[in-house]
């Protein structure tokens, strides 16, 4: 596997890391350190824990005592002899504020394929997964694909990817507390879902359990992965992609978007989605599996739900406070003019739904524009940044804490469905789809309840 296309096929993981408190170090691939330097290491440590203390958006650091803990925990690096001596002493000493996006990240794999290769494509399976009652499900396998000609569908279990037995990362999940373990199988999950990635051309080694619960193994190909690749900053390229149609149903079209992160590219594809959209009866968002992005990003799309501006929630710094408005759309980029739409909205989330994903949904639900179906979300939407330490290591640190509409924090509590719909492998099974039939259902039936009052 070649540098660019083992970087593409870790961005699933990269990102679980970056979502998960006391994770990052050990979600990655180890790397070893040629010449340690115990001074480079020491600095390392040292520029984490001045970095959070001066940018930490709580100035009481939560109430810790955060120099006993810098002096505490430093002399696991001075006495370490390697680079991951630093990130446990750096990932502990995160773990102690207890919120999402706090991470270290190895510095080699995050460049690794730093410099651009026409020939290598990342590739992937075509197969989503989430847990369903401990067992790794196949929930989505997209028509086409080498792993939908395989003969896999959803509500297959899978067992094994290559060499990894499921139920062996499962296991250490099993001795945390429920509340902890609902956040480690979100990372779990993500890493699984990373591990179906690859270099486009290569394969993967899969044991699934089929709907006989028949057991078989299978090579499977590795599709180039679809999307626009795009780089952000210092994460690795990412696939951004994008999806609308258009459903037939009794109350006349209704429209579903999907998209896989907020990122540029998905701006000018959401407008003209939506100005194709303007008859339909309802809009169905489907943002599950969506990581977030952007956060900024929102205001332009929750611009075409609302007919006067909106303040969707708010963004407190440690010594500043932003609002995040929704302004009403009126003007498409090619000067054409534009109303809000006016149907209904529906969202579908999950628990992969996260960050960005979270502050949308839960600013749509709460204004009383959206109805959400699914499982709640992620729980971890805390705007934060990534910088190089001395080491070349990344760090992620929170900056600010986010509430909504109506002062309630999202992080740790998610945003939980109007409407909940836990997965069900009989349903899958069964080619259901739970959660995206109910939110257009309810589409209809708001449709004939405004025809039956007029």
Request: proline share 5%; hydrophobic share 40%; with cysteine.
């Amino acid at each position: 596997m070649s540098n660019t296309s083992r970087r593409r096929s870790t961005s699933l993981r990269v990102i679980a890391a970056l979502l998960g408190v006391g994770t990052a170090a050990s979600r990655l691939p180890a790397q070893s350190t040629p010449h340690f330097d115990r001074a480079l290491e020491l600095a390392s440590f040292d520029t984490a824990w001045t970095r959070v203390r001066d940018s930490y958006y709580d100035k009481s650091m939560r109430g810790l005592n955060w120099t006993a803990l810098r002096d505490s925990l430093r002399p696991m690096v001075e006495r370490g002899d390697s680079r991951d001596d630093t990130r446990a002493a750096i990932t502990s000493l995160l773990s102690r504020l207890g919120e999402s996006h706090f991470g270290v990240l190895p510095g080699d794999a995050m460049d690794a394929g730093a410099a651009p290769s026409g020939s290598d494509r990342a590739g992937d399976a075509g197969i989503d997964v989430r847990f369903i009652d401990s067992s790794l499900v196949v929930t989505r396998v997209e028509r086409g694909t080498p792993a939908f000609a395989s003969g896999i569908r959803a509500g297959w279990i899978i067992d094994e990817i290559d060499t990894l037995r499921v139920i062996e990362s499962l296991r250490a999940t099993s001795r945390i507390t429920a509340s902890a373990r609902r956040f480690a199988l979100v990372r779990l999950t993500l890493n699984l879902n990373g591990r179906l990635t690859g270099p486009a051309g290569g394969s993967l080694r899969l044991v699934v359990r089929d709907g006989a619960d028949s057991r078989r193994e299978l090579r499977i190909s590795l599709r180039e992965t679809p999307g626009q690749v795009i780089e952000y900053g210092a994460l690795p390229p990412m696939n951004v992609r994008f999806s609308s149609e258009r459903l037939t149903s009794s109350a006349g079209c209704i429209g579903v978007i999907r998209f896989n992160i907020f990122m540029a590219p998905v701006m000018p594809q959401f407008e003209d989605a939506m100005m194709g959209m303007k008859s339909c009866a309802g809009i169905v968002l489907d943002l599950r599996g969506n990581l977030g992005g952007l956060g900024a990003m929102i205001m332009g799309i929750s611009g075409h739900y609302f007919a006067r501006a909106e303040t969707l929630g708010t963004m407190k710094l440690r010594d500043a406070t932003m609002r995040y408005v929704a302004n009403p759309i009126r003007v498409s980029r090619s000067g054409q003019p534009l109303t809000p739409y006016e149907g209904h909205v529906a969202i579908v989330v999950d628990e992969l739904s996260a960050s960005t994903t979270e502050i949308l949904a839960a600013a749509l639900q709460r204004l009383g524009r959206a109805r959400v179906f699914g499982t709640p979300s992620a729980g971890q939407a805390l705007p934060a940044l990534l910088s190089k330490l001395p080491n070349g290591d990344r760090l992620m640190y929170v900056i600010a804490d986010f509430a909504g509409p109506d002062g309630a924090r999202i992080e740790g509590a998610g945003v939980i469905p109007d409407e909940p719909l836990p997965l069900s492998r009989r349903s899958l099974l069964a080619g259901h789809d739970e959660a995206l039939e109910s939110a257009t259902r309810w589409i209809e039936s708001r449709r004939f309840h405004q025809r039956g009052t007029q």
